[in-house]
């Protein structure tokens, strides 16, 4: 059981930075492929950044490449998401999530934080 909680939304001027944290619970964080997906107002959840368990591979979508980074410290337990860059289109809940394989497809992963908003102003 991996319990998430993400820190670090907020509100910002388009072309400015955030960077998100997901704290995880238990022993075993080090184990799991990591992601933060979105959700904006009335469209689907979709995958913004991928890490595997050791942190050696990561996958960005198109939308986020080149503005968003996604990192993890095993030692302490966490995922990062460093946002540059922000544009208006980048205003959505960010969801950390825990997964069983290495994958951009949500049903791959079992675990989910309660969401963090990130709102970005013109």
């Known amino acids: 059981q991996v319990h998430l909680v993400e820190f670090g939304g907020g509100s910002v001027r388009a072309g400015g930075s955030l960077r998100l944290s997901c704290a995880a619970s238990g022993r075993t964080f080090s184990r799991y492929p990591m992601a933060w997906f979105r959700q904006a107002p009335g469209k689907e959840r979709d995958i913004a950044a991928t890490?595997?368990?050791?942190?050696?591979?990561?996958y960005h979508a198109d939308s986020v490449k080149g503005r968003f980074t996604i990192s993890r410290d095993n030692a302490k337990n966490t995922v990062y998401l460093q946002m540059n860059s922000l544009k208006p289109e980048d205003t959505a809940v960010y969801y950390c999530?825990?997964?069983?394989?290495?994958?951009?497809?949500?049903?791959?992963?079992?675990?989910w934080g309660q969401g963090t908003q990130v709102t970005v102003s013109s």
């Open positions: 890490i595997s368990a050791s942190g050696g591979s990561t």
């Open positions: 999530a825990a997964g069983s394989s290495y994958s951009a497809s949500s049903p791959e992963y079992d675990y």
